[in-house]
């Protein structure tokens, strides 16, 4: 079954910009596409959120925060959905997971921690 894995995280300056990828490994491109998939992310003492979301067809939507800073795409050539996030604030400081739906089945990956701090 495909596995999720995050990586783009990092410390960033309030202002600044950060690019997220989650690549679906041990999946192949033409299974993959198929996939539905969610950048969501947790902060400390809050619940998860979904940030951001790409269906199989490239329609995507946003929370409400991050419209008009952050974009998600998808290279499914790549097996990998990103998250272009710009103008990042610190409110925007969480993990962020990524999620993948496929035939009702949820896979989830480890995360990565994004700071924006000055």
């Known amino acids: 079954q495909v596995q999720i894995v995050e990586s783009g995280g990092g410390l960033v300056q309030p202002g600044g910009s950060l690019r997220l990828s989650c690549e679906g490994t041990?999946?192949?491109?033409?299974?993959?596409?198929?996939?539905?998939v969610g950048w969501y992310r947790q902060a400390p003492g809050k619940q998860r959120e979904l940030v951001a979301a790409?269906?199989?067809?490239?329609?995507?939507n946003y929370a409400d925060s991050v419209k008009g800073r952050f974009a998600i795409s998808r290279d499914n050539a790549k097996n990998t959905v990103y998250l272009q996030m710009a103008s990042l604030e610190p409110g925007d400081t969480a993990v962020y997971y990524c999620n993948a739906q496929f035939l009702g089945k949820n896979f989830w990956g480890r995360g990565t921690q994004v700071t924006v701090s000055s």
């Open positions: 790409i269906d199989m067809g490239g329609t995507t």
């Open positions: 041990l999946t192949s491109p033409a299974i993959f596409r198929l996939y539905n």
